[in-house]
Nanobody, 125 residues
């Protein structure tokens, strides 16, 4: 199983980016997907989660209203749309997945067993 994250870059504050997470999972529609981020010198933190069927989403308070998570189970890809970016959003963003057909929130990295390599998002002020 592999997850390939992409879409990071350098943007000015207020700008937008779309991150993608391409999965090599045959039964991707049975996996929940989450996004985490880690800024320099800080612990990895939960950003967002989407249930396996896409019908339930969750967000950290710090990104609620600005970020949107989605998925396309046919293309086996999850996306994280980042709008109204702030300098404090600067981090390496990782996607993660775990088999689960429940929609309950899973916001701890120990609840995921497959991880992408991360993509850097840098927001300049």
């Amino acid at each position: 199983v592999q997850l390939q994250a992409s879409g990071g870059g350098v943007v000015q504050a207020g700008g937008s980016l779309t991150l993608s997470c391409k999965a090599s999972i045959r039964t991707f529609d049975q996996y929940r997907v989450a996004w985490f981020r880690q800024a320099p010198g800080k612990e990895r933190e939960f950003v967002s989660m989407i249930a396996n069927d896409g019908n339930k989403t969750y967000y950290a308070d710090s990104v609620k209203g600005r970020f949107t998570v989605s998925r396309d189970n046919v293309k086996k890809t999850a996306h994280l749309q980042l709008n109204s970016l702030k300098p404090e959003d600067t981090a390496v963003y990782h996607c993660a997945a775990r088999w689960s057909t429940t929609s309950a929130l899973a916001m701890f990295d120990s609840q995921y067993n497959y991880w992408g390599q991360g993509t850097q998002v840098t927001v300049s002020s």
